[in-house]
């Protein structure tokens, strides 16, 4: 298959780098690591952790291989109250925006975006090198070894479409700068950030630990907007982060999860009922306020369920439908076969060119689709 290094020559890059012997290292190739390619450039991708090394992390076998470290889970918070047991004493207050986790990597003269569970995306690549190329080369050759860290947003969105007044269609927010494993303190960040003209995750404010007051009127403002939550960070990143998302934004992803059940539906109930639990203590949710919420909760569990399922009776395909453009018909042609790569089950039709590019319909097929098939030819549930 295309898009797949061969193993031998993967197994000896990874020996190198981890200091293990070939046949073990085939051993985990098989195992834990997957060879990937994009435009010629070979990379190893960690599905999982392996020797100390986190999933998501990436070796780029160029000329000369580098370790592109995983990006590290944020703990989460669900009683805002505790973040002075957390932290050391002063915070910096972020915003948590919501789309998906992009890696930026200047290597061997080229710049590479890489997602979450480690793999060269070749649309983020893409709108990333045409929207800050020059500036990301740039980055790269001034500040060796720097990987940034940013959050990939708007409806132009291959992952997590969601509308941002600020990026209505896609853009590219940092919100961490690491070298090796390690973050760099957050002004120096900031100076990266301002220096090469990129856009940066908003901070609401930088407070006490111990300032309840101010981070609840943090969160009073994210929810008023509609947003999705904030990160706590340690100014020189003396302790990890921790993150805290708004009520509407619990209830919301159940929503949106429960249009499809049987994907993201079953995975995402439970945390987040969890979230919401430790939030109705913490707010004293009882009387109306607790039924305002528990109707909420309801509503979003099982309409949108309902609405999918009714499609699929009527004929309808379970699919999620994403409007992309990509800058040639190269682009979409290498995304289409990324995806189906991973597994993903993906139709693309173009509907319209723009100036940044040819406008294409992608549906994603959800295994939901399948299940809802069964479900409603046998009228037996695949649960119990
Ligand atoms: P985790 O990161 O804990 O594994 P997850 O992948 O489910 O969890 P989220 O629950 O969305 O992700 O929370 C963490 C993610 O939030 C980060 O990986 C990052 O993509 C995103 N994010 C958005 N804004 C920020 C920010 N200001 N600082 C750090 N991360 C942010
Ligand atoms: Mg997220």
Same mark, same amino acid.
């Given at each position: ?184 303190? *957050?002004?120096?960040? #900031?100076?990266? +950030?301002?220096?090469?003209? @990129?856009?940066?995750? /908003?901070? =609401? %404010? !930088? ?116 409007? *992309?453009?990509?800058? #040639?018909?190269? +682009?979409?042609?290498?995304? @289409?076969?990324?995806? /189906?790569? =991973? %597994? !993903? ?40």
């Amino acid at each position: 298959m295309r898009g797949e290094c061969v193993l031998g020559d993967a197994a000896e890059i990874v020996a190198g780098v981890l200091g293990i012997d070939v046949g073990e290292a085939a051993r985990l190739m098989r195992r834990r690591l997957r060879a990937m390619s994009y435009r010629g450039l070979r990379y190893i991708v960690f599905r999982g952790e392996t020797h100390g090394f986190r999933e998501g992390t990436v070796i780029l076998a160029g000329r000369e291989p580098v370790v592109v470290h995983g990006y590290p889970a944020i703990r989460r918070l669900v009683l805002l109250s505790y973040t002075a047991r957390h932290m050391v004493d002063r915070i910096v207050v972020e915003e948590k925006m919501n789309g998906y986790n992009t890696r930026v990597v200047y290597y061997e003269g080229e710049v590479y975006a890489i997602t979450r569970g480690g793999y060269i995306c070749p649309y983020t690549t893409a709108r990333i090198r045409r929207m800050y190329g020059d500036k990301l080369r740039r980055l790269g050759e001034e500040n060796p070894g720097v990987v940034l860290a940013g959050e990939v947003v708007g409806l132009e969105n291959p992952y997590v479409p969601v509308y941002y007044p600020e990026a209505p269609g896609f853009d590219y927010f940092v919100f961490d700068a690491f070298r090796g494993d390690k973050p760099l303190p *957050l002004r120096e960040r #900031d100076r990266l +950030v301002s220096e090469y003209g @990129l856009r940066r995750v /908003r901070i =609401l %404010g !930088v407070i006490d630990k111990w300032d309840n007051e101010s981070l609840r009127r943090f969160i009073e403002l994210i929810e008023a907007e509609g947003r999705e939550g904030i990160v706590i960070k340690d100014p020189e990143y003396r302790v990890p982060p921790l993150k805290y998302t708004t009520v509407s934004t619990n209830i919301g992803d159940i929503e949106e999860g429960m249009r499809y059940p049987f994907d993201e539906g079953k995975g995402y109930l439970f945390p987040r009922i969890v979230r919401l639990l430790a939030q109705g203590y913490e707010e004293d949710w009882r009387g109306e306020k607790l039924e305002e919420i528990a109707k909420r909760l309801g509503m979003a569990i099982l309409r949108p369920a309902l609405e999918t399922l009714r499609k699929r009776a009527e004929g309808g395909l379970v699919a999620a439908e994403y409007r *992309l453009v990509f800058p #040639d018909e190269q +682009v979409l042609g290498e995304f @289409l076969e990324y995806m /189906r790569s =991973l %597994g !993903v089950d993906i139709v693309a039709s173009i509907i319209g060119s723009t100036e940044e590019g040819l406008a294409a319909r992608i549906m994603k097929i959800k295994e939901t689709h399948d299940e809802y098939t069964r479900l409603l030819k046998t009228g037996i549930s695949p649960l119990d």
